[in-house]
């Protein structure tokens, strides 16, 4: 909490270090002072339980993500992999380097990055008139 990162672990059990903002930061603080002694019990070494006190599964998560989205967005489908393309479409939309999104997402390849995330036509094109000499 101290650096501001987190350790995640990923497909194939690869990890990696991702920035979390002051607001995440505060939150996982609290958590781990007032919520979580209350649902770890003798677990020791996961961080996130579900409401029968077990760990957090992908399952749960999956589930998780469905039931806010179906309130909030009825009809429309929202699964984790939709938050995680929204999230790179966004900060590729905001201006941020494929590096460093291809970081964040822990893809080996830039190639991977570029066919997970589309870059919409507004912003190629306000791109191609700043840098062209001739637009």
Do not use: C, W
Request: glycine share 8%; aromatic share 6%; hydrophobic share 35%.
């Amino acid at each position: 909490l101290d650096r501001g990162r987190v350790l995640v672990r990923g497909k194939g059990d690869k990890e990696r270090e991702v920035p979390m903002s002051d607001h995440a930061i505060d939150a996982l603080e609290a958590y781990l002072s007032a919520g979580r002694p209350t649902m770890a019990g003798e677990d020791r070494t996961s961080m996130f339980f579900n409401r029968r006190g077990k760990p957090f599964s992908g399952r749960d998560i999956r589930a998780m993500v469905e039931q806010y989205a179906g309130r909030l967005l009825p009809g429309r489908r929202v699964t984790p992999h939709t938050l995680r393309h929204s999230f790179a479409t966004h900060l590729l939309e905001g201006g941020a380097d494929i590096r460093a999104v291809q970081e964040l997402l822990g893809h080996a390849s830039v190639a991977t990055t570029q066919r997970y995330t589309h870059v919409s036509r507004t912003r190629l094109f306000q791109a191609y008139e700043q840098s062209h000499p001739r637009a």
